[in-house]
């Protein structure tokens, strides 16, 4: 009798939601008109994807792809509607710093078998797409002996090519790269580099070389590990969070916006919004027209949480969607 009560209270009780793990990067997919999500699979050991249709989280079948990662770079290039991938540090089992270009096509992964040179193992970088050149952008990161690499690479679906050896501030920790369409600029803000300094600079990079900005008023704290989106309808870049030092690692929490002149913080409507973190994901829906946020992790010096939310942002306040 105690067997079958058990079993009638298992059948009715509510499945637990399915979740991602370990999320490495989000992108807006307009095949499939939702944000997805590549997260890394401590299970399989391989990256997975999911699809965010604003109520739920639903794993997106795509069959063998790259090892599960951490701390790679990714970018969309809606041009080929491809998902383009690379490097990052292996987690499982543990191989050191990749250096290996996978694409996917929105069914399937494939490995680029690239010619020549490329930018090598290296993780910490990041990525973003440039739509009016066709090209992914590829700056920074950290190479073998954790020092800092201040280059500007390229990718055009076929070739890497190196197309700065200077220019940006730093090289490591720059998770805040994102393609400003409004100005055709690819926006890069904060990180760290040598003597593993935090910064707060504002960079542009036009296709041809990168140029220090000068944003009037005030600006969003020295911080790396965080993340940005542009919105393409209110035509602003919008940064959330990110860690303060790297000698004692501090979350923020805030909520930036920049307009191609200036940083503005945002005054979330009721002071709610998600709570202080670094090494989220974020990308904007212009299907919904809300940025969307998932994730992270935070470290009071003795205890770590790692989040599994999701947040909405509509340009004046943060929702939690589930």
Avoid: C
């Amino acid at each position: 009798m105690r067997l079958v009560l058990a079993l009638v209270i298992a059948l009715a009780a509510p499945a637990q939601e399915a979740k991602p793990v370990a999320p490495n990067h989000m992108f807006y997919d307009p095949a499939r008109r939702q944000v997805v999500m590549l997260a890394a699979s401590p299970q399989t050991g391989l990256e997975t994807l999911w699809a965010w249709d604003g109520k739920r989280w639903t794993q997106i079948p795509a069959g063998a792809g790259p090892v599960a990662r951490e701390l790679s770079g990714a970018a969309y290039d809606s041009a080929r509607r491809r998902l383009v991938l690379y490097g990052g540090a292996a987690v499982k089992p543990r191989q050191g710093r990749l250096e290996d270009t996978w694409e996917w096509d929105g069914k399937r992964w494939a490995e680029s078998k690239v010619l020549g040179p490329h930018p090598g193992p290296r993780d910490h970088h990041a990525m973003a797409f440039d739509s009016a050149r066709g090209r992914v952008v590829l700056f920074g990161g950290l190479k073998e002996g954790d020092s800092p690499d201040p280059h500007t690479w390229e990718w055009d679906g076929a070739r890497w090519s190196k197309v700065a050896s200077t220019g940006a501030s730093g090289g490591g920790g720059h998770n805040g790269l994102v393609y400003d369409a409004a100005r055709r600029l690819t926006i890069l803000f904060a990180g760290f580099g040598g003597q593993s300094r935090v910064h707060n600079q504002t960079w542009a990079w036009d296709g041809k070389e990168w140029r220090q900005l000068s944003p009037q008023g005030p600006l969003p704290s020295p911080r790396y590990r965080h993340r940005m989106a542009f919105d393409s309808d209110k035509e602003v870049i919008v940064l959330f969070g990110g860690l303060l030092t790297r000698q004692a690692p501090a979350e923020a929490g805030d909520t930036w916006l920049w307009d191609g002149k200036q940083w503005r913080e945002a005054q979330p409507a009721g002071g709610i919004a998600p709570a202080p973190r670094a090494s989220h994901v974020m990308a904007y829906d212009p299907t919904r027209r809300r940025t969307v946020l998932y994730g992270g992790h935070s470290f009071d010096g003795r205890t770590g949480v790692t989040y599994d939310d999701t947040w909405e942002w509509d340009g004046h306040s943060w929702t939690r969607a589930n």
